[in-house]
T-cell receptor
Framework: AQSVAQPEDQVNVAEGNPLTVKCTYS??????LFWYVQYPNRGLQFLLK??????LVKGSYGFEAEFNKSQTSFHLKKPSALVSDSALYFCAVRDGRGSTLGRLYFGRGTQLTVWP | NAGVTQTPKFQVLKTGQSMTLQCAQDMNHEYMSWYRQDPGMGLRLIHYSVGAGITDQGEVPNGYNVSRSTTEDFPLRLLSAAPSQTSVYFCASSLRNRAPDTQYFGPGTRLTVL
């Protein structure tokens, strides 16, 4: 079965410091992985995705994610955090099988707070 | 190109009332889905559709009905609202093919059932 785990409910980091939001996954077949961000009272916005190829994926707003197949992880990173990065972040894995092709399985989300 | 639109943005219902949450997309996406978001629970899939005339249940389908008569529209119906259905509801759409396309989300509907 497909599943995603985000082990941290909250991550706090000072502005200018690097940030990491963790995600591990379990899939049958090839892992197609996504990160979404949700700002208060808004819908989810796509940040980046991993399909194949380079393990380091670059996305919007200076975010990147590192795919590690042996550790089944897809951690979100940013070298220098901004206060405006404070939001709720979701990791998701896409179902690539048969009739459920396209379905996304989401983690519970990690609230990122960047302190000035 | 409006993307994914949802109406209404806010709704208050009394227990037992029925209503329909509207979702539309103008990107010709085959795949559409409804999620509910509750604190600490992430997003849970209610129903989804892989094309016009085809729908299927997700993780939490009880109390909700859907239909997909056109590619563009995917309404979610609450037949008899219950307080447990108080939540924020998101509609999403994507292409459905072997290449993992991005899912695009609507702005959400905040529903309160009294």
């Amino acid at each position: 079965a497909q599943s995603v785990a985000q082990p941290e409910d909250q991550v706090n980091v000072a502005e200018g410091n690097p940030l990491t939001v963790k995600c591990t996954y379990s899939v049958s077949g090839n892992p197609y992985l996504f990160w979404y961000v949700q700002y208060p009272n808004r819908g989810l916005q796509f940040l980046l995705k991993y399909i194949t190829g380079d393990n380091l994926v670059k996305g919007s707003y200076g975010f990147e994610a590192e795919f590690n197949k042996s550790q089944t992880s897809f951690h979100l990173k940013k070298p220098s955090a901004l206060v405006s990065d404070s939001a709720l972040y979701f990791c998701a894995v896409r179902d690539g099988r048969g009739s459920t092709l396209g379905r996304l399985y989401f983690g519970r989300g990690t609230q990122l707070t960047v302190w000035p | 190109n409006a993307g994914v639109t949802q109406t209404p943005k806010f709704q208050v219902l009394k227990t037992g009332q029925s209503m329909t949450l509207q979702c539309a997309q103008d990107m010709n996406h085959e795949y559409m889905s409804w999620y509910r978001q509750d604190p600490g629970m992430g997003l849970r899939l209610i129903h989804y559709s892989v094309g016009a005339g085809i729908t299927d249940q997700g993780e939490v389908p009880n109390g909700y009905n859907v239909s997909r008569s056109t590619t563009e529209d995917f309404p979610l119906r609450l037949l008899s609202a219950a307080p447990s259905q108080t939540s924020v509801y998101f509609c999403a759409s994507s292409l459905r093919n072997r290449a993992p396309d991005t899912q695009y989300f609507g702005p959400g509907t905040r529903l309160t059932v009294l």
